[in-house]
């Protein structure tokens, strides 16, 4: 069974860092492409970064630009979004979800871990 | 931009429910495909794949959810609506990054 289970939330103030891991088990990790997606509270969807299966490419949404980085450890099957200056509109539940068929489609999610920024 | 109608959709048990999807830009990527899911997400609970590439159903999916649409309008039917249909359904384009999704629109039984 697919399982990807985040961690490392919590609650930071405005300009700090906190860095997300996403640890991923049933499935053969190292080639498949990762992402972040964020849902503020009581908000809908937001995809903010993407890795490459090889880990060459990685992409990010202007919103994020800059500030946060994406990374993995094929050997841990572990997935990781290390966020810097963080800003009240950051506040959110961060998911990591897998996509299939080069980048098809993202189906498969965890169950999310909240980061909680104070201004 | 995806654009999703109705925001929400109040159905009565075993009626059909459907929900569009505009996208502001063409989603056919320079492989052929049209890469447009649809994801349900019931309360309390991370979001759920149910159709991808238009009208693919995802694993575990059932028939009574399909997807349909082609350039720019998509659309979500499900043909007898159950009480665990009940949550926010999303449309979602993967051909451009940053990947985008519609407002979501709560289906909810009279």
């Known amino acids: 069974e697919v399982q990807l289970v985040e961690s490392g939330g919590g609650f930071v103030q405005a300009g700090g860092s906190l860095r997300l891991s996403c640890a991923a088990s049933?499935?053969?990790?190292?080639?498949?492409?990762m992402n972040w997606v964020r849902q503020a509270p009581g908000k809908g969807l937001e995809s903010i970064s993407y890795?490459?299966?090889?880990?060459?490419?990685?992409l990010y949404a202007d919103s994020v630009k800059g500030r946060f980085s994406i990374s993995r450890d094929d050997a841990e099957n572990s997935l990781f979004l290390e966020m810097n200056s963080l800003r009240a509109e950051d506040t959110a539940v961060y998911y990591c979800?897998?996509?299939?068929?080069?980048?098809?489609?993202?189906?498969?999610w965890g169950q999310g871990t909240l980061v909680t920024v104070s201004s | 931009v995806m654009t999703q109608t109705p925001l929400s959709s109040p159905v009565t048990l075993g009626q059909p429910a459907s929900i569009s999807c505009r996208s502001s830009?063409?989603?056919?990527?320079?492989?052929?495909?049209?890469?447009l899911s649809w994801l349900q997400q019931r309360p309390g609970q991370p979001p759920r794949l149910l159709i991808y590439?238009?009208?693919t159903r995802f694993s575990g999916v059932p028939d009574r959810f399909s997807g349909s649409g082609a350039g720019t309008d998509f659309t979500l039917k499900i043909s007898r609506v159950e009480a665990e249909d009940v949550g926010v359904y999303y449309c979602?384009?993967?051909?451009?990054?940053?990947?985008?999704f519609g407002q979501g629109t709560k289906l909810e039984i009279k």
């Open positions: 590439k238009i009208s």
């Open positions: 890795i490459s299966g090889s880990g060459t490419t990685r």
């Open positions: 830009q063409g989603l056919v990527y320079s492989d052929g495909n049209t890469y």
């Open positions: 979800a897998r996509g299939y068929s080069s980048g098809s489609h993202l189906g498969s």
């Open positions: 979602m384009q993967l051909t451009h990054f940053p990947y985008t």
């Open positions: 049933g499935f053969t990790f190292s080639g498949q492409e």
